[in-house]
């Protein structure tokens, strides 16, 4: 059986504009006149910038959202410094630095601290992935009594996620295990510029007596120098100062 294919029919626009200009004619309805077509895509669709930064905005902060705990998710960064730090993190990811709180309890480090983090996400980065976390809880979860393959794994993760949250630094008895863990973390962080953010209720060093011996407990005295230089160089320092706002409430 043979089969014949139609020849392919041309369309011819300035025929079928004339037919339609001439019905239009005869019912006295003026000239048509072809505008501009309008194919740029709205805000609303896709392919116009705003509404990819739309969909990366959301899917962040709903990531935030699983990360951070109930009493932080209204939690906002109000510190200059903090924000300013949040901004070039958002904008410069590959350039960032690492952030360190420090001052007293119940001064709102935390809360800065997811803070800065929302305020990452509001900005519809184009990789947004982040572990929260404290020190102790990272310790325990990561002390010997288990697999240690899967301590090495979970330690990998922290040292390698896009952002990570560590909470109350210096907060965990000191031991050489915890040095040790300690070091590898920050270490792997810093030789990768990854973007750290540490609260601690500690300085990086306390003030000195004439002999040259700390009038109270710093990071130095708690991990080292080799852990505190690697904070030093990597990190800005925001002192967060003020009374214990728990204690107030």
Request: glycine content about 8%; hydrophobic content about 35%; overall charge neutral.
């Given at each position: 059986?043979?089969l014949?294919?139609?020849?392919?029919q041309t369309?011819?626009?300035?025929?079928a504009m004339?037919?339609?200009?001439?019905?239009?004619?005869?019912r006295?309805l003026?000239?048509?006149?072809?505008?501009?077509?309008?194919?740029e895509?709205?805000e609303?669709q896709?392919g116009?910038?705003?509404?990819?930064?739309?969909?990366r905005?959301e899917?962040?902060?709903?990531r935030w959202?699983?990360?951070?705990?109930?009493r932080y998710?209204r939690?906002?960064a109000?510190?200059?410094?903090?924000?300013a730090?949040a901004?070039?993190?958002a904008?410069?990811?590959d350039?960032a630095?690492?952030?360190?709180?420090?001052?007293g309890?119940?001064?709102?480090?935390?809360?800065?601290?997811?803070?800065?983090l929302?305020?990452?996400?509001e900005?519809?980065?184009?990789?947004?992935?982040i572990?929260?976390?404290?020190?102790?809880?990272?310790?325990?979860?990561?002390r010997?009594?288990?697999s240690?393959a899967?301590?090495d794994?979970?330690?990998?993760?922290l040292?390698?996620?896009?952002?990570?949250?560590?909470?109350?630094l210096?907060?965990?008895?000191?031991?050489?295990w915890v040095?040790?863990?300690?070091?590898?973390?920050?270490?792997?962080?810093?030789n990768?510029?990854?973007?750290?953010?540490?609260?601690?209720?500690?300085?990086?060093?306390?003030?000195?007596?004439?002999e040259?011996?700390p009038l109270?407990?710093?990071?130095?005295?708690i991990?080292?120098?080799?852990i505190?230089?690697?904070?030093?160089?990597?990190?800005?320092?925001?002192?967060?100062?003020?009374?214990?706002?728990?204690?107030?409430?």
């Amino acid at each position: 059986m043979e089969l014949t294919v139609p020849e392919p029919q041309t369309f011819n626009t300035a025929a079928a504009m004339g037919a339609l200009q001439a019905r239009l004619d005869q019912r006295g309805l003026g000239h048509i006149t072809a505008g501009p077509v309008a194919d740029e895509p709205s805000e609303d669709q896709p392919g116009h910038p705003n509404y990819h930064r739309r969909i990366r905005t959301e899917f962040a902060l709903a990531r935030w959202q699983v990360a951070t705990p109930p009493r932080y998710r209204r939690a906002e960064a109000t510190d200059p410094a903090v924000i300013a730090w949040a901004d070039r993190t958002a904008q410069e990811p590959d350039d960032a630095t690492s952030l360190l709180l420090t001052g007293g309890t119940g001064t709102g480090k935390t809360h800065q601290a997811y803070g800065a983090l929302r305020r990452i996400a509001e900005f519809g980065p184009r990789r947004y992935e982040i572990i929260a976390t404290t020190a102790a809880d990272m310790y325990s979860s990561l002390r010997p009594g288990g697999s240690r393959a899967n301590s090495d794994q979970d330690l990998g993760r922290l040292a390698h996620v896009p952002l990570l949250l560590l909470d109350d630094l210096g907060s965990a008895k000191a031991s050489e295990w915890v040095e040790e863990i300690t070091y590898r973390l920050i270490n792997e962080r810093y030789n990768q510029c990854l973007p750290t953010i540490f609260t601690s209720n500690f300085p990086t060093r306390a003030d000195r007596d004439k002999e040259g011996r700390p009038l109270g407990p710093d990071l130095i005295s708690i991990f080292g120098d080799r852990i505190v230089s690697r904070l030093a160089e990597m990190t800005t320092v925001v002192a967060i100062a003020g009374p214990d706002r728990r204690r107030a409430a």
